[in-house]
């Protein structure tokens, strides 16, 4: 370990991390806020109804070192006035945007919410100008090395701006044999008439990485935001994806993929509150579970008294690939205005026997036959992601995992669009 | 399902005699041989078992919920139960009418003209194997036709029950089915309970007109706490009724009452309840089935009444091949908080379970379907399939859904999908184009949500409920 390395989560490593970053005033007293709620409050024990709960029996809060290191600054021109840089830069050059929106998406009152905010390390902040729109997708990856990390992402897309935005989480190691803690959120503002697509591929170890990550999006008039995601990796994942549509005529939609195997135990939260009328949102996941993974699926569409005239539609497919694997579904709606549609979907099951067979008898291994249908059931849903790099990418990590052909997604697409795979 | 369910028409409403909802607001005078002071105490229920004369067991099983009542708290989740004061309720109240009678003549007028009016009576003769009846805590009245009590069908109130069955109760009483440590209402329910019904039904009797009980509350602040446990036995067929009514006083009142239902090897049990408690009760209820190999149990629910309703009818599927239904319809009004949905636990192959729930918000009430389904390791090809669909009259009601599904196996099928709408402009139009006002159409266009849970109800409960609603609506 590094000299200046942190082990445990006290009041003078928040102060580290604060001095990492360069907290102007404002920020250190949000900070300081921020640890009192954390230290006041017990680790949650992430359990949802009678009996779900994420297994946390090999999550130990205190085995994890944090790196003392400031980030480099850095500021990089995206184009027609958009700039990309790190926090410690954005405090100096963009006090007012920092001041208004950084963390005020964050709930204090949530043990793990302040915990991030009270450990910030680490940010990256996105600025786009009013009506600058970016053809060429913004990059905000980042590995994963020994260290435990928490991380910001601050997206301000001003009135008419657009851009897209692809996270992508890997560890240094596909395997990491000592446990390492991330803690990741990305904060969204959307302005009027905004369209921003934000992507995010996590492909960490399954083993020894506890990651919990929050996307969160306040959609402002005619805006819209995408939010496309995978979730691959991890041991341990809570991960919440978030928008709330506070204007008139605001949109977004929320796809997801999810592949586990191993032990891994994910908690997926997709939601969605329509606080406006006329908004209008689509919540999607599928998922496939191997080996003895788990994934809880916590899905959420409110609907507040002022939202008339509003659409939500949610639904969430997992299918069960071994007989030690776990799907916990929770798909709720909250409607508290009648002028609305709103219906949600949620179906947990196995790989068709028919299907299998079908292929099977074309003279394919009874291995690949339950490839091919696992393909199928996620390019179903792939044909909504609407970032072509990441569905590449998504495509290409699920033909390995799955140890099909290269190119078979593309094949399957083919032939879908051709009415051969009708 | 019964085949044999006639659709409801406009002309059934019609001819049922214009039930008011003044037969079940209206309060009778009090008139009780022994009705406690309010709140709860360990002497109280001493109390209880001694006017009784209930076995040692019984007492300890009371004093053992009592014990984990005081130390248990609220519910942490649900609707809120802060204005519910336990100091203020009268735990125990006892008519002054003679118990159990199985002559309708013996019971006193005031009581007589209350279920008379509620059309017990009168359903008895009609179309019902057996009925009985119960004000505030005890049993006044109970009949079973006599060719199936020939057979061996055995249909008592509770506290009789325990005392003519007593090895058979205390095997089934609060054991395996609800133990006494279930949750809060059901310890407050194991020290105070009283009354309730006990039925039996022997191996392959198949009983073919339904068993009906009647609950009243009458005292004011008053409790209900009855107890039903129902058996029934390899290959035996069962359909049980109750219905619920209590008096709109200005104090609240509690029903914490405990339905344990076994369903053996083969047996079928369908308990339709329809609900109508005064708008200023509590209904905290707990009903639960265990159903063994090849057993088929319904749950046919209607909750109208009731300020706050906390009821999840469980299942719990423990043998190959069990089949768990519940259909269920609740409707929240002007300060109403419906809390209600279902439970279904998975624990063997082959079991499939079908929820379908409705419900109707409106003037601002609250209707909440809360499911709980659980699909053990092992319990392959389950089969799971929830739907519930939520109707909004108004602008100010709310409606909320949480299913919470565990499925750890994998060679299951399991779906879920629920809507929530208003009632649709263009059915509103056509049927006012043809005449109807916005009300009568607004009607229709419920009792067509309503109808798939309606049917399945005996044509009297249904011509209940589809007034009841009309009831509800014409209030709005």
Redesign the interface.
């Known amino acids: 370990m590094s000299a200046n390395a942190f082990k445990s989560w006290t009041s003078s490593h928040s102060e580290s991390a604060g001095q990492q970053l360069q907290d102007p005033k404002s920020w250190a007293s949000f900070r300081r806020k921020a640890f009192a709620s954390f230290a006041e409050k017990p680790f949650p024990p992430f359990k949802y109804g009678l009996d779900i709960r994420s297994d946390v029996s090999r999550l130990d809060w205190e085995k994890f070192f944090f790196d003392a290191t400031p980030a480099k600054p850095f500021m990089q021109e995206l184009g027609n006035g958009a700039v990309m840089c790190d926090f410690a830069t954005a405090f100096r050059e963009f006090p007012e945007e920092m001041d208004e929106y950084l963390g005020k998406q964050l709930r204090l009152s949530e043990k793990m919410e302040a915990l991030h905010a009270a450990f910030l390390s680490s940010g990256v902040f996105i600025y786009l100008p009013a009506g600058v729109q970016l053809s060429k997708t913004i990059h905000v990856s980042s590995v994963l090395e020994k260290h435990s990390r928490i991380g910001h992402v601050l997206v301000v897309a001003e009135a008419n701006s657009s851009a897209s935005i692809l996270q992508e989480l890997k560890s240094e190691f596909p395997h990491l044999h000592e446990p390492v803690f991330d803690s990741s959120v990305l904060e969204i503002v959307a302005k009027e008439n905004a369209s921003i697509r934000v992507g995010r591929l996590q492909d960490f170890s399954p083993s020894n990485v506890f990651h919990h990550s929050i996307f969160r999006a306040d959609v402002a008039a005619n805006a819209l935001v995408h939010m496309e995601w995978a979730e691959f990796g991890g041991e341990w994942v809570k991960s919440e994806y978030a928008s709330s549509l506070l204007q008139s005529q605001a949109a977004s939609s929320n796809v997801g993929v999810v592949l586990a195997a191993h032990a891994q135990q994910l908690d997926v939260h997709q939601a969605v509150r329509h606080v406006s009328p006329h908004t209008r949102s689509e919540l999607l996941m599928r998922g496939c579970l191997d080996e003895s993974a788990k994934c809880i699926y916590n899905g959420l569409i409110r609907m507040e008294k002022e939202a008339v005239v509003s659409q939500g539609k949610q639904a969430c497919d997992l299918l069960l690939l071994s007989p030690l694997a776990e799907a916990d579904p929770v798909p709720s709606l909250e409607i508290l205005n009648s002028d609305v549609k709103c219906s949600h979907a949620a179906t947990v099951g196995r790989l068709d026997k028919e299907k299998l067979f079908y292929i099977a008898s074309r003279g394919v291994s009874e291995e690949v036959a339950r490839s091919m249908v696992i393909a199928g059931f996620y390019e179903n849903i792939l044909a909504h992601f609407s970032m072509p790099e990441l569905k590449a990418k998504c495509q290409s990590l699920l033909e390995g995992r799955l140890k099909l052909n290269t190119h078979t997604f593309e094949t399957i697409e083919r032939d879908s669009t051709q009415g051969v795979n009708a | 399902m019964d085949a044999n369910a006639k659709p409801v028409t406009k002309s059934d409403v019609s001819a049922l005699v214009a039930l008011d909802r003044d037969v079940f607001d209206h309060a009778d005078t009090e008139k009780h041989t022994y009705k406690s002071v309010p709140g709860l105490t360990e002497e109280l229920v001493r109390e209880i078992s001694k006017q009784k004369n209930e076995p040692q067991w019984m007492l300890d099983l009371r004093l053992k919920g009592l014990h984990h009542f005081l130390r248990t708290p609220l519910p942490d989740w649900g609707p809120s139960l802060k204005k519910l004061n336990f100091d203020e309720i009268i735990y125990f109240a006892r008519p002054d009418a003679k118990q159990d009678s199985t002559n309708w003549e013996e019971v006193p007028k005031e009581i007589k003209t209350t279920f008379d009016r509620l059309g017990i009576p009168k359903a008895e003769q009609q179309w019902l194997a057996g009925v009985g009846a119960q004000y505030d805590s005890d049993v006044v009245y109970h009949k079973i036709r006599d060719d199936l009590a020939a057979k061996g069908v055995i249909f008592e109130d509770m506290d009789v029950a325990l005392q003519k069955y007593p090895e058979l109760v205390k095997q089934h009483f609060m054991t395996n089915c609800i133990p006494v440590t279930d949750h809060k209402f059901i310890m407050l329910h194991a020290a105070v309970w009283s009354g309730g019904t006990f039925i039996y039904v022997p191996k392959n009797v198949k009983v073919d007109l339904p068993l009906q009980a009647y609950f009243r509350m009458n005292a004011k602040k008053g409790g209900q706490f009855e107890h039903t446990l129902i058996i029934v036995d390899e290959g035996a067929q069962l359909h049980y009724i109750e219905g619920c009514s209590a008096p709109q006083y200005n104090a609240n009142s509690l029903h914490a009452g405990c339905v344990e239902i076994y369903v053996k090897k083969g047996a079928r049990m369908r308990y339709s309840s329809v609900e109508n408690w005064s708008k200023n009760t509590y209904n905290l209820n707990t009903k639960r089935g265990i159903v063994e190999e090849n057993g088929l149990l319904e749950w046919v629910s209607a909750q109208t009444g009731s300020g706050v309703t906390m009821l999840y009818p469980c299942s719990v599927l423990k043998g190959q091949y069990a089949k768990a239904d519940h259909i269920s319809i609740a409707v929240a009004g002007k300060n109403q908080d419906q809390d209600t949905g279902a439970k279904v636990y998975h624990l063997a192959p082959h079991t499939s379970s079908i929820i379908r729930a409705k419900s109707i918000?409106k003037d601002g009430g609250i209707s909440t379907f809360r499911g709980?389904v659980?699909v053990i390791?092992g319990a392959k090809d389950a089969k799971v399939s929830v739907k519930c669909d939520?109707l909004?009259?108004?602008?100010?009601?709310?409606?909320?859904?949480?299913?919470?599904?565990?499925?750890?196996?994998?060679?299951?099928?399991?779906?879920?999908?629920?809507?929530?709408?208003?009632i649709d402009a263009e059915q509103l139009f056509y049927l006012m184009s043809r005449g109807l006002t916005e009300e009568q159409a607004t009607q229709m266009v419920v009792a067509g949500f309503i109808e798939p849970i309606v049917k399945e109800l005996p044509l009297e409960y249904a011509v209940e409920l589809n007034r009841l609603i009309e009831l509800e609506m014409e209030s709005h």
């Open positions: 918000s709980h659980k390791k939520a909004m009259v108004d602008a100010i009601s709310v409606s909320n859904t949480f299913p919470y599904m565990k499925i750890m196996e994998s060679e299951v099928d399991v779906a879920h999908e629920a809507t929530v709408g208003k």
